[in-house]
């Protein structure tokens, strides 16, 4: 049996399951080359028939979320998201009336499901579907929010959990708590879409400069450059009330935002984002201890945008409370493509845990990849094994020197987890500076992240043995005597975001275990591979093509070493 899953809006996907196995899992960003896309995920639901060899007449069911009236509104008159995604994603000039659609935005928030929007939705998805060729097959809709804790309750490795979602509003909700019990999924708390974090977060990320639901970890980053004071000198302090389960915004997001307007044209952005960053964790903290205090469960699992804020992450993970956690990777909207044909299958199966790894996407072989890259006289290339390419990459890096590394299928989810990275030391601040300004082209403040052995993990870091974190979803503190190995990839507070990594990428930890050989440290800089802005390859054409324009000196493709003719090598220079 095979369910498809689909989600048409903010960083459109789809997923594939069969029987009780995911099969496949991508955005649809990756195909358009548009970071976030907005559009029907046509290609990426292709690609998933694709990768299992089946066509859409085989498929039994098909799953989708949200209904609301703005969601339903979009699907129905398809030049109102995308003129809303130029806005967001500044690709227009400002217009004169910015603040006007931003108040009509926010004061959208509290409809959700309106009576005939479920119905026109599910016709115009059935219409779509059927216009790629599928027959015969059953639409189930599951709400917002269970498929964002679908995702976090069948892929966390805990049995039972308390499932905690909190985002910036769909379907009338911006959160939800949920207990997983013997295989059960059962909702016990939502939070109104008018008590939205998410939306307040998003609000501070616009009133700063930035683009709301795509730079909120900018925010995150530029928080911790702000002088520190108590929470009592907050001025957002009263913003939200945390009583028991239950958070309660003090203004409507309309009077919140105006306020964070004024208080904004008053206070450095630092310090503005600091406020909300402080605000955030705060609010956070007492929500998830109120709830492991009330349901009396310390296994925790989270979805929801908000939780790929990994600063406020890890001040609930240091609860005493709290023994084991888990973040779904894909903890976006991104994510709810998959959540919502797991939740289905659950449904009609009782399916409730799955083997579950980031690698879903597409995959090509060495003889493809050779093909590609012989097109390509700017290049040079020879055959490696994978055991010679985890040896000649990991001699590279220690000498010096930033690679690009493609392997595999790639990863599903925002993050590069190592098939999809550029690779270069973790111990020179140089590297940071170097990779910001001529490589990846973004913002300086922004911190790299660290690839880390598993075995290396309490060497390096404040670590409690609560979780592996193999998705980059947690902050952990550095430990002293361990920064100057760690300078590219440390946050300038002293906390960084690591990737855990074990047996479930073998070539990918033959690198570090080299690295440790020649330096005696297992841990590397690993960011996504891409261009700022621009979504995470997908083909060796993309990692080509971004190869050429960041004049890269070094690639590690499927089996085969390539060299730019012309291209740059070492970062610490």
């Not at 501070?204 to 730079?215: A, F, K």
């Not at 299958?345 to 409730?352: C, I, K, P, R, V």
Request: aromatic content about 12%.
């Amino acid at each position: 049996m095979y369910v498809l899953g689909l989600w048409d809006g903010h960083d459109a996907g789809a997923a594939l399951l069969e029987d009780n196995r995911i099969v496949y899992a991508a955005n649809e960003e990756r195909f358009t080359k548009r970071k976030l896309e907005v559009k029907f995920p046509y290609n990426a639901i292709a690609a998933a028939l694709a990768y299992a060899k089946i066509k859409p007449t085989d498929v039994e069911h098909v799953a989708f979320t949200t209904t609301e009236l703005t969601k339903t509104l979009e699907r129905i008159f398809p030049f109102m998201k995308e003129n809303y995604y130029q806005f967001r994603r500044r690709r227009i000039l400002k217009p004169r009336f910015e603040n006007l659609r931003h108040k009509i935005k926010y004061g959208m928030t509290s409809v959700g499901i309106v009576p005939m929007s479920t119905a026109i939705s599910k016709s115009i998805i059935s219409r779509q579907l059927r216009s790629m060729g599928f027959r015969d097959f059953k639409l189930h809709l599951v709400e917002h929010h269970v498929a964002h804790a679908a995702t976090a309750a069948f892929t966390s490795p805990h049995k039972n959990s308390i499932v905690i979602t909190i985002d910036g509003l769909g379907d009338g909700l911006s959160g939800s708590i949920s207990l997983l019990e013997n295989g059960e999924l059962t909702r016990h708390a939502k939070i109104k879409a008018t008590d939205s974090l998410g939306i307040f977060y998003e609000q501070v990320t616009n009133l700063v400069g930035m683009r709301e639901l795509e730079d909120e970890g900018k925010v995150m980053a530029m928080a911790d450059y702000s002088y520190p004071f108590s929470f009592d000198e907050n001025r957002f302090k009263d913003f939200f009330r945390v009583e028991g389960t239950a958070i309660t915004a003090k203004y409507g997001p309309l009077r919140q935002f105006d306020l964070l307007q004024r208080i904004g044209w008053q206070v450095p952005r630092e310090q503005f984002s600091y406020m909300a960053q402080q605000l955030l964790e705060n609010v956070m903290v007492k929500f998830v201890s109120n709830a492991v205090e009330r349901f009396n469960v310390g296994d925790v699992a989270f979805a929801g945008g908000i939780f790929s804020n990994v600063k406020a992450n890890m001040r609930v993970r240091n609860l005493d409370a709290v023994k084991h956690w888990y973040v779904f990777p894909h903890m976006g909207d991104g994510g709810i493509a998959l959540g919502s044909a797991l939740y289905v299958n659950y449904m009609l199966t009782g399916a409730s845990s799955y083997d579950f790894g980031a690698y879903l996407g597409n995959a090509y072989s060495e003889e493809a990849t050779e093909a590609i890259v012989r097109k390509e006289e700017w290049l040079k290339h020879q055959k490696e094994t994978p055991r010679e390419q985890a040896k000649h990459a990991a001699e590279l890096i220690a000498d010096g020197n930033y690679i690009m590394w493609f392997q595999g299928r790639m990863e599903y989810g925002p993050r590069a987890l190592g098939d999809r990275s550029i690779l270069a030391p973790s111990d020179s601040e140089a590297v940071k500076d170097k990779l910001n300004t001529y490589v990846k082209r973004r913002e300086w403040f922004q911190p790299f992240a660290p690839a880390i052995l598993e075995s290396e993990v309490e060497r390096f870091l404040g670590y409690d043995g609560k979780g592996i974190d193999k998705f980059m979803t947690m902050a952990y503190m550095v430990k002293k005597g361990m920064l100057g190995i760690a300078k590219s990839v440390v946050n300038v507070d002293g906390s960084a975001r690591p990737q855990m990594v074990g047996d479930e990428n073998r070539i990918y930890k033959g690198l570090l275990e080299n690295l440790k050989r020649i330096n005696g440290y297992g841990i590397m800089l690993n960011t996504s591979f891409n261009l700022h802005g621009m979504p995470i390859v997908m083909t060796p054409e993309d990692a080509i093509g971004t190869m050429k324009t960041t004049k890269t000196k070094y690639m590690f493709m499927n089996g085969l070493f390539l060299t730019n003719k012309s291209g740059l090598c070492r970062l610490l220079q």
